[in-house]
């Protein structure tokens, strides 16, 4: 099976253009028959071969169609104009008549986790349900909730419970789609990212109106985009409220206004008690795709098997299993020490809607709540097979040695590596130094501030600490210009102008009383022996202390802090001009 991430939705809100992707699988249909008039009478296909091809898989009796049939290919970038699959054809552009691969792709998606379309899969083809010919014949845009195939179908996806649960939970507040998606899926895996609920200090401190709209429009992590597009539709439908919610900043007239604000409403917890099987209605049962359980992470497969094995060890038994039955059934299964991956996987599995019960203390008891179906592990798929075995392997020991911490930020690990989560890096840095160190932290971030700062003010302990975060796969070397960013950050805190172009005043997050300030930048690792000689000239030109701390030395230093073997009095000594170590 060719590993196309299904399961998780993003960009795609319009049900009409839904209605228009199932409609391609009906034949003579209405907008079956408008694909087949366009690939007969228009080149927007313009490979006669192609064409042909379409036109054929669209003849069958029943339609079957391949990934590459329904989304295509990727235009070239001077060809943004040509089309290729039945999919792009079936949903209009904005100013086309057809869309790309990417979004015919995002309603590929959001058919098969309606189940509106059933994927086969070892030989990866797409059919039609019933429930998908119900709802493309029953739909009414004005009354979608007169629409049982689409009712059902959201009430069987899980991350629709569990967005509509954790609305409930906080019904006294609207609640961002920054905190829905910190609380859905795998947190802090790749595929999984959030911004948190930091990006709203980066909008109550804003000073232009460039960074003020993409702060509001551009600014999110994979997780956030799911819970936007779930929470859309479920607006449509009125189980849930959008409720924009306004931030006071100093720098603007005018409130900001923050769209992505929600609440549940009154429909949508009824709904909810049918999905949990209150009253006379019996319990929905969830469709799990093995898709779903990881979307981006270098070892999806690995990870994949893991979790829907986890899963069917928990569905096999009507009550209650212990801890103990579950590692060694694992362990069975080609999965040893699984002990230390227990908790990130019941903690990704109850974010994506998933219910599963615990009791005890020490050693815990687990229950599967909800019922589920449609959870098959492909058999071609080594079951113990890892794409990247290092990099799993040391976050297995990490979480080995780390257990007093959130085992969701292991994760770290792999998203230092990547640059295109260097956001993400810094806000999960700053993150853990909050919630893991007890310091106090800021997100900044822009040319002329540090990434975020961090600080510690009680009677016998009081400093601050200026942090630049690098995402590199190979490590990061802190080549002069760094340097020089570092010194004009430090000389600016020192001297803190009341003028400067294109000066963020960054410094005013810092406490007044604080005197003593350190700097730190933290990687994925550190690739030379220079960084000790970049560090003392820091020193040197600044009199400020400071220290490098790799991803897996950051982690080690919040399980010592929890378990209280060092403080942060002690923690602040390690700033050296030397890479930390704690282990």
């Known amino acids: ?23 391609a699988f009906v034949p003579n249909s209405k907008r079956w ?63 086309r008549p057809f869309v790309d691969d990417w979004s015919a792709a995002c309603f590929l998606r959001w058919a098969e986790c309606l189940g509106f379309v059933k994927t086969d899969m070892e030989a990866y083809w797409f059919k039609l349900t019933d429930r998908g010919r119900l709802f493309a014949s029953d739909f009414v845009v004005s009354n979608l909730n007169d629409n049982e195939a689409l009712v059902q179908g959201l009430m069987e996806y899980p991350p629709v419970s569990r967005i509509l649960k954790y609305l409930k939970e906080n019904n006294s507040r609207a609640v961002s789609k920054f905190e829905l998606g910190q609380n859905l899926g795998f947190s802090g895996e790749d595929g999984f990212t959030s911004m948190g609920q ?74 909810l008690r049918r999905i949990d099987g209150v009253s006379i209605h019996p319990s929905v049962e969830k469709y799990v795709s093995w898709n779903m359980l990881a979307t981006k992470a270098k070892n999806k497969v690995f990870l994949r098997n893991r979790r829907a094995m986890l899963l069917n060890i928990l569905k096999s038994k009507k009550s209650s299993i212990t801890e103990d039955y579950i590692i060694s059934e694992m362990e069975k299964k080609g999965f040893p020490d699984y002990i230390y991956e227990l908790p990130v996987d019941f903690i990704g599995l109850v974010n994506c809607g998933i ?75 700053a993150d853990l130094l909050q919630k893991e160190y007890g310091l106090e932290t800021t997100l900044l971030g822009g040319g002329w501030a ?55 005043f960054w410094w005013r997050n810092f406490p007044e009383k604080i005197e003593d300030f350190k700097f730190l930048f933290v990687s994925s690792k550190f690739s030379n022996s220079s960084i000790q000689k970049g560090l003392e000239y820091i020193f040197s030109r600044t009199q400020v202390h400071g220290a490098v701390l790799n991803a897996e030395q950051i982690l080690y230093g919040a399980e010592l802090i929890k378990t209280k073997k060092i403080n942060l009095e002690e923690f602040g000594g390690f700033f050296k001009e030397k890479e930390i170590y704690f282990e």
């Open 1 to 23: 099976m060719r590993d196309h991430t299904l399961g998780w939705v993003q960009n795609s809100s319009n049900f009409e253009n839904l209605r228009n992707f199932v409609e």
């Open 33 to 95: 028959n408008y694909i087949m008039k366009t690939l007969s009478e228009t080149d927007i296909v313009r490979d006669p071969d192609v064409r042909q091809s379409l036109k054929t898989a669209l003849n069958q009796s029943v339609v079957k169609l391949n990934f590459s049939q329904l989304v295509g290919t990727r235009s070239p970038q001077n060809d943004k104009n040509s089309c290729n699959a039945i999919g792009q054809i079936a949903v209009a552009g904005q100013r």
């Open 198 to 271: 930091s990006t709203l200090s980066y909008l109550r401190r804003v000073d232009n109106m460039k960074d003020r709209k993409k702060l509001l429009t551009d600014v999110e992590g994979s997780s956030d985009k799911y819970a936007r597009m779930i929470c859309s539709w479920l607006s449509c439908l009125g189980w849930v409220k959008q409720e924009p919610f306004s931030l006071e900043n100093k720098n603007f007239k005018d409130p900001i206004k923050c769209p992505w604000f929600y609440r549940i409403e009154f429909r949508g917890e009824n709904i």
């Open 355 to 429: 219910e599963i019960e615990t009791s005890g203390v020490s050693k815990k008891n687990y229950f599967l709540r909800s019922k589920i179906k449609g959870l098959i592990i492909p058999q071609q798929k080594n079951i113990t097979y890892l794409e990247d075995a290092k990099l799993e392997k040391l976050k297995h020991e990490i979480r080995r040695k780390t257990p007093n911490i959130d085992p969701r930020y292991v994760e770290l690990i792999e998203i230092s590596r990547s640059k295109s989560l260097a956001k993400i890096f810094e806000v999960q840095v």
């Open 450 to 504: 540090p990434d975020s700062l961090a600080f510690v003010e009680d009677a016998g302990c009081s400093y601050g600490v200026i942090i630049d975060t690098k995402a590199y796969k190979d490590g990061f070397s802190l080549p002069v210009s760094e340097q020089d960013k570092m010194i004009r950050y430090i000389e600016d805190n020192k001297n803190r102008p009341t003028q400067s172009q294109g000066n963020k």
